[in-house]
């Protein structure tokens, strides 16, 4: 392709050329002259050696030459056949002939005389020879600069590879692909929230959890952290490069558990990455792990207070105190036909039949008198009311009431159930000293309690309350001024709307 435009160009530079020194008026008004060849031969050398062509031929219509390079060709016929369409026919064009030269590219003007006739030919030309040598040259030149272009990026590749590779840490593209895959699955996969920021404070990666926790909508991606989460928690690790471990903060209505780390580069920290938890998740489990071991100890002091009416049993029979023997046997079986036959007829749920055989081991080795009301009646509870919330629930009022009894010349705790209506509901009453001038919601206060204690108190009532709203119930506390307590609570039997049965 550039070989031919090199051609074409050098024709129409020949046809140029030859057009020019046709209508040149010293040309014309030589061929008049008895030597045309002793005016035109020195002009036509001039103009071959001013414009670099080959050669410059003018001839006569006949086709003898009156100038030539070679001066010895002058007054020879002009070759190569193809002198016809301008001597006869009067065209201006381009051919490629061989001539006394070689083989050239030539450009055709015919020389006109004043009245219009055709009087002579003006051929000018370049060797094809030297019009290739100008293609190879030219060819050559760009392969050189092509060359030198190709050695230029594949270096700048080499440099760039190593870069990319070095930002990359040495992974190949498919291995990078199949770590954002995993990177997404492990950070949706997670229960704790994850954010990360770069070390301008602009998120970078936040996961669903996250979202959740920090009630967040939509893409947060290159928003800034400040308002969406504790900022300045952030900013200073951001700021001293140190790690912060178990941190604990309140963040509207949450507390979360926090945990932090700088990211690292060649630069220093680029940014922080912090994992958080709610901490009311973690409460949770830590209440009713404590709940479930109270209850284990409930069961254990039923236990312990059997086998110790059984060595007084056993005891008796062996003084031969047969009629106390009876007696003492009558008495706990009239107590437990009463307890049990309320218990097991009239309370039909398993997990608090469960419950409050505990409590009236823990009673009865405490010598407290444990009631269960005539009139309880409960059927099999809905779903939603698990075990843990009933332990959580009734354990902590039913040990409350027996801890305000504790001293107490007769110490009567009494329990009452009833699920009559859209509510089921759980009443547990003492004969204590009461609540006296403490207001009712200073009761449910985590950490407060009205007795000293070297040991962590005030959580079981709060407890309590925590695990009733979170079923939507209410819980109510009254206390007359005669002493004793009376706490009631009311659990739907229903959840948003729909009812649960078992």
């Avoid at 062509?53 to 002009?78: C, L, T, W, Y």
């Avoid at 060797?127 to 092509?146: G, P």
């Avoid at 895959?181 to 770069?198: T, Y």
């Avoid at 901490?279 to 209850?295: A, P, W």
């Amino acid at each position: 392709m550039e070989g031919k435009q090199i051609e074409e160009n050098r024709g129409r530079l020949a046809l140029e050329i030859s057009k020019t020194i046709s209508f040149i008026p010293d040309i014309i008004n030589a061929f008049e002259m008895s030597d045309p060849s002793k005016t035109i031969q020195p002009l036509s050398e001039k103009i071959r050696t001013e414009t670099g062509a080959e050669f410059v031929v003018i001839g006569n219509k006949d086709g003898i030459r009156f100038s030539h390079p070679i001066p010895a060709m002058i007054g020879q016929k002009m070759t190569g056949g193809d002198n016809d369409r301008a001597l006869i026919k009067g065209e201006y064009y381009v051919s490629k002939a061989a001539g006394s030269l070689g083989p050239s590219i030539r450009g055709k003007s015919p020389i006109l005389n004043e009245q219009g006739e055709i009087i002579g030919i003006v051929s000018v030309g370049f060797l094809l020879e030297d019009v290739h040598e100008q293609i190879m040259n030219k060819i050559f030149r760009v392969l050189i600069v092509s060359f030198f272009a190709l050695l230029i990026s594949l270096v700048g590749s080499i440099l760039l590879g190593r870069n990319i590779r070095k930002d990359t840490l040495g992974l190949e593209p498919y291995e990078i692909a199949n770590l954002y895959k995993e990177k997404n699955a492990i950070l949706h996969a997670v229960k704790e929230g994850i954010l990360a920021i770069d070390n301008k404070g602009n998120i970078t990666t936040m996961n669903q959890q996250a979202k959740r926790l920090l009630d967040i909508k939509g893409t947060v991606r290159n928003r800034k952290v400040d308002g969406l989460f504790p900022s300045n928690y952030l900013y200073e690790v951001l700021k001293s490069g140190k790690s912060q471990i178990d941190k604990e903060m309140v963040w509207k209505d949450k507390t979360v558990i926090v945990n932090s780390s700088p990211i690292y580069d060649n630069t220093g920290v680029k940014g922080v990455v912090a994992s958080f938890r709610d901490k009311t998740e973690i409460n949770q489990m830590l209440n009713t792990i404590s709940e479930v071991k109270r209850y284990s100890e409930d069961l254990r002091a039923q236990t312990h207070e059997f086998i110790n009416k059984l060595y007084v049993l056993m005891g008796l029979l062996q003084l031969g105190e047969y009629n106390e023997a009876v007696d003492m046997i009558q008495s706990e079986t009239q107590t437990l036909q009463f307890q049990h036959s309320v218990v097991f007829n009239q309370i039909k749920d398993t997990k608090v039949q469960a419950i409050l055989l505990g409590k009236i081991g823990i009673a009865s080795e405490k010598k407290i008198k444990f009631e269960i009301n005539a009139d309880s009646f409960l059927d099999i509870i809905p779903s939603h009311i698990t075990l843990s919330n009933l332990i959580v629930i009734l354990g902590n009022l039913i040990d409350n009431a027996i801890e305000a009894v504790y001293d107490g010349k007769t110490p009567t705790v009494s329990f009452f159930v009833t699920d009559i209506g859209n509510d089921i509901i759980f009443e547990v009453s003492d004969n204590g000293k009461g609540i006296g001038e403490v207001e009712p919601f200073l009761l449910f206060e985590r950490g407060y309690s009205s007795k000293n204690s070297n040991e962590p108190r005030g959580f079981g009532l709060s407890n309590a309350e925590e695990a009733v709203k979170e079923l939507n119930g209410m819980i109510e506390v009254q206390s007359s001024q005669n002493g004793g307590t009376v706490f009631t609570v009311y659990l739907p039997k229903k959840v948003q709307g729909v009812e649960n049965i078992e």
